[in-house]
């Protein structure tokens, strides 16, 4: 049912939240050869410039509409309170379209509008009510960061009385909000937002670099023929929905930060279809639904993607219509694609969040550190052939494995787990285990896997010790020739385990 309910988020999403946009006549018109250009983009610009330094442009959109294979655009710090910016024309492999921020300050861009303070009227309870502008269309509303869950399929608010903490219910003009704390919104930066930040449509071979974008539907909108796209440096951040969706083939996600994306289970970092997917060297925080979701196609489930470098902290609880619980998305969900590589990544789960959940086969998980994962790794039946080493497992919120017998067989072995309080638990062919004896027993096999403290640096701090246990305690995987910071794996006789190699200080 849920792997249902997601399959009908990613039509509404990719059907419902198209905004097709003219051509203009400038992409109707032939254009004459020329070299690569350098253009630039300010605040202070006007778009009636020639778009050089001295004389930039004011808009990314004058950019978008400009550029050809080969083009930068350097962006000066500021922010862009643009409209959803529409990206069309495509670089090629030998010349990419770069579009990357200079000087002082964050390229800050957003579609949203900030609300007056003072028109919020209260209602009842915790509801406030106002007027939304005449311009305003399917608001999606925001307190200071925070996103507020808005209706649809899968969030259902009918009437005033339907609100939960942290949502909001429009009705024509008449904007409804209930706040997470309870609070008055003449107290708060309050702002909407109807469309996504960027909308990539059949654009390819493009570089964004050191972008922030933020408040608006989605951050990254890609349609159509859309591939071959780096984000890079970029900040994602306070967005209703999903941070990048959905992610075509051969796109690279890299030293980006991704902060207080979505507000429902459903809301994730990243929401991608694409084969080949990188995904680097990234912080995710506050997300609310999954910091990535692999979807993909059924029918087509080779050439995965590679996962590595990441750092996921601060999990944070979803909105849901069901107050009695929390809910917490999955830090990486793969559920579509066989063959991805997963490795060198920090979890930090808060004993709310889980690692990974595998849903495909012929995956490889290898040298990541779980810290309060609710559940480290969770197989799903018929989720075969993959394979588990050189992880560190710390204090298990429910289960450091769950593994049911319809995903067997799997590779599991050279992993170090460990609780510093309560009981420990493996869940392997239905069987619960207390200890790793019980769970080697039971079938988990792990014959050098071991149970012992690994001495990490802090509890914010995933690397070694000079006395772990880890060290060179793993087994070489050739695919994996450093760590997380790029040290070489070994430093010693033998791969440590966990995201980072110990290396004594000179």
């Not at 929401?271 to 087509?300: P, T, W």
């Not at 902290?313 to 107050?323: F, S």
């Not at 779980?370 to 497992?393: A, K």
Request: charged content about 20%; some cysteine.
């Amino acid at each position: 049912m849920y792997v249902k309910m997601l399959g009908v988020m990613a039509v509404s999403l990719l059907a419902g939240q198209l905004m097709p946009e003219p051509a203009t006549p400038a992409e109707a018109e032939p254009q004459a050869p020329r070299g690569p250009a350098t253009y630039f983009v300010a605040p202070d610009g006007a778009d009636a410039n020639p778009g050089t330094e001295a004389e930039p442009w004011a808009t990314l959109k004058k950019a978008a509409a400009a550029v050809r294979p080969g083009d930068t655009v350097r962006i000066r710090a500021g922010v862009y309170a643009e409209p959803s910016v529409w990206f069309k024309r495509a670089g090629t492999q030998a010349n990419p379209i770069i579009f990357k921020a200079y000087g002082d300050g964050a390229v800050r861009i957003t579609p949203s509008t900030l609300l007056p303070r003072g028109n919020w009227k209260r209602v009842k309870g915790a509801v406030y009510v106002m007027t939304l502008p005449p311009k305003a269309k399917k608001p999606h509303v925001f307190q200071d960061e925070l996103p507020l869950a808005r209706p649809g399929k899968l969030f259902v608010v009918k009437t005033v009385d339907d609100m939960v903490p942290n949502s909001s219910f429009t009705e024509g003009k008449t904007l409804y909000v209930r706040l997470a704390d309870g609070s008055d919104p003449n107290q708060s930066d309050m702002r909407w937002a109807s469309g996504h930040v960027l909308i990539l449509d059949g654009c390819h071979h493009t570089v964004f670099d050191g972008l922030t974008v933020e408040y608006g539907f989605n951050g990254f909108k890609q349609n159509n023929d859309t591939h071959h796209i780096t984000i890079r440096n970029c900040t994602i951040r306070s967005i209703a929905s999903q941070g990048i969706q959905p992610i075509g083939d051969d796109c690279t996600i890299e030293d980006c930060l991704f902060r207080m994306v979505g507000s429902t289970r459903w809301d994730h970092a990243l929401y991608g279809k694409g084969k080949r997917m990188v995904v680097r060297n990234n912080v995710f925080e506050k997300i609310s639904g999954c910091a990535v979701h692999q979807y993909g196609r059924l029918d087509d489930p080779d050439s995965g993607g590679s996962f590595y470098g990441n750092v996921f902290r601060e999990p944070r609880a979803a909105t849901d219509r069901n107050q009695t619980r929390e809910r917490h998305g999955t830090d990486v969900l793969l559920w579509s694609r066989d063959e991805n590589w997963v490795y060198n990544n920090v979890f930090y789960g808060g004993n709310k969040r889980p690692g990974i959940s595998l849903k495909r086969s012929n995956n490889r998980i290898f040298n990541n550190t779980f810290v309060g994962s609710r559940v480290g790794i969770t197989f799903f039946p018929n989720s075969t052939g993959n394979t588990v080493r050189n992880n560190i497992l710390v204090d298990a919120g429910e289960s450091f494995v769950k593994w049911p017998a319809a995903a067997k067989p799997q590779t599991l072995d050279y992993n170090l787990y460990f609780r510093s309080h309560g009981t420990p638990q493996w869940q392997v062919a239905g069987t619960k285990c207390s200890s790793l004896s019980a769970y080697q027993q039971a079938g988990g096999a792990e014959q050098n896997s071991r149970w012992a403290d690994p001495r990490l640096a802090g509890a914010a701090d995933a690397r070694l010790q000079p006395d772990s246990p880890a060290i060179d305690a793993g087994v070489a995987v050739a695919q994996i020739a450093a760590d997380k910071d790029g040290v070489a794996r070994p430093q010693g006789k033998a791969p440590d385990l966990g995201a980072y190699e110990f290396r004594a200080a000179p």
